[in-house]
């Protein structure tokens, strides 16, 4: 992917930029200059999207709705989801 300009919000700085490295899926990076960041400009910052790395180890995860909000918790700890549904099935009616 190609460098872009990034435009300094906040606490934002060339240090920043120099130290930032990556968040998330976006690398930031001080402009030498180089052939690779021709595409940046004249910008000081550039940034660049980046795939990010799926190698790691394969895992599952439980996700528990917490109420009607659909907000969500997300845990590894699969125990706490082993048994939520029976915990909160209603009772079952039986015909007399």
Not at 12 to 41: I, L
Not at 55 to 73: H, K, R, S
Request: charged share 20%; hydrophobic share 25%; proline share 7%.
């Amino acid at each position: 992917p190609n460098w872009t300009c990034v435009a300094f919000v906040g606490g934002q700085d060339q240090q920043w930029c120099r130290s930032v490295g990556r968040v998330g899926c976006t690398q930031y990076a001080e402009n030498d200059h180089s052939d690779e960041f021709a595409s940046c400009g004249p910008c000081s910052c550039c940034r660049r999207d980046v795939i990010p790395d799926l190698g790691g180890p394969e895992a599952t995860c439980c996700v528990l709705f917490n109420d009607l909000y659909l907000n969500y918790t997300v845990t590894p700890d699969l125990s706490r989801c082993s048994g939520a549904l029976e915990s909160q099935r209603p009772p079952s009616i039986t015909e007399t």
